[in-house]
């Protein structure tokens, strides 16, 4: 069976690690050659809303999925109108990931507890939102942002016209700035027939909008069980084949939810050495019709991202537990390069084990373990 993927970062470079033991075929499509699946699997390229080119990439798969959120819906569904090839993660999905007013909207209808927030598409529109959500705030593109780009910081009605200036012009959120105790994200793999598997809070931590450490299971049973329901509410909403993500704050013991991810997540790539089936072969499993794994921890991991720069092999291979992963990226300030995952016996394992691992790779994380 073959999979078509729609983009070939990192993503799709580690499903097809974990889909060819299964006998899985791929065929990626991206914008450029010099992408990291492009070593494990063949690749089209041209331009996501290349329609003869997506045609010819749904033509030759039994599934399409993407690795990436940003795909044109439209296109995606002109792509495979009139041929059998599935569509996994369902577009109605995508479509939400997609825009952050969308996701507020999904949140808000399932009784998901979401931030403040109201959409913004004028200057006088952003002094109204900022006076009806309160300051501070965050400004935040609709659609594109990721890793915290997009986004600007309001904290007093001063900083309202440089917010404007920076991102006014494209459709904007506005919503409150929390001010969190953690980060925590719920992710989970639903299959054709409904059956599902939910993997272990994950607690994360975020410097300048990216993610840089996971700490998974996060044992916070009472969080768990909220976050498991959310998680559960999305995924039945949309019918959901694949894997879904969840990104939350925590305020005051409660989940506040952030956004959604509908795809493999980098907070859940801790699941390839510490849980019994990882994210990325449990998605396959899905959108292939198989039976879904176990998603139970196998012991006690702390993901950490290379950003930037890679650290020598040796350096991170020397710490015993550790295992790493290298995407064959390109350095960039504040590209994700690779990372790397500790698997410990326990959680005081796992934490003197991570303090050690940031030490080693010169890392400094506020209120990390
Ligand atoms: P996002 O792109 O929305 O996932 O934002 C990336 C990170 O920026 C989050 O994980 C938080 O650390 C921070 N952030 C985003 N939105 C907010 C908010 N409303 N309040 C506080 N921090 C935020």
């Given amino acids: 069976m073959t999979i078509g993927i729609v983009g070939a970062g990192q993503l799709g470079r580690m499903l097809a ?26 690749l089209l390229v041209g331009e996501f809303t290349d329609l003869a080119l997506l045609r010819r990439l749904a033509k030759r798969s039994e599934v399409l999925s993407f690795d990436w959120e940003n795909v044109s819906v439209a296109a995606l569904r002109a792509a495979t109108r009139g041929l059998r090839t599935r569509v996994s993660p369902p577009l109605r999905a995508l479509a939400t990931g997609q825009d952050r007013l969308a996701e507020k909207r999904l949140f808000e209808r399932l009784k998901i507890p979401t931030t403040r927030h109201a959409p913004v598409s004028t200057r006088a529109g952003l002094e109204r939102a900022c006076a009806r959500v309160g300051l501070p705030g ?36 506005y919503e409150e700035l929390v001010d969190f105790e953690l980060e925590v994200s719920a992710l989970g793999v639903r299959a054709r027939d409904g059956r599902e598997a939910l993997y272990p809070l994950t607690r994360n931590w975020h410097a300048d909008g990216i993610l840089r450490l996971s700490v998974a299971p996060w044992e916070a049973p009472a969080l768990e069980r909220q976050a498991r329901a959310h998680l559960r509410a999305a995924l039945r909403d949309f019918n959901y084949v694949g894997t879904l993500a969840i990104e939350f704050f925590v305020r005051d013991g409660r989940l506040i939810a952030n956004e959604l991810a509908p795809r493999v997540h980098n907070s859940g790539h801790w699941t390839i050495e510490g849980a019994v089936t990882s994210q990325f072969e449990n998605h396959l499993r899905a959108i292939a019709g198989l039976p879904l794994g176990s998603a139970a921890a196998r012991g006690h991991a702390a993901m950490v ?16 537990g550790v295992h790493l992963h290298d995407y064959g990226k390109s350095p960039r300030p504040g590209r994700k390069l690779g990372h790397c995952t500790l698997l410990a016996p326990t959680a005081a394992q796992r934490d003197r084990g991570t303090r ?11 209120g990390a373990p």
């Fill in 356 to 366: 050690h691992l940031l030490r080693r790779l010169a890392l400094s994380l506020d």
């Fill in 17 to 42: 690690l974990a889909g060819y033991p299964l006998g899985l075929d791929f065929l990626f499509l991206d914008r450029s050659a010099d992408v990291p699946a492009a070593r494990l699997a063949p």
């Fill in 138 to 173: 965050i400004l935040k593109t609709r659609r594109l942002g990721y890793d915290g780009k997009g986004q600007a910081v309001i904290r007093s009605r001063a900083g309202i016209a440089a917010a404007w200036n920076a991102l006014g012009g494209a459709p904007l959120l």
């Fill in 305 to 320: 991202n290379l950003i930037g720069r890679m650290p020598p092999a040796g350096v991170v291979l020397a710490q015993q």
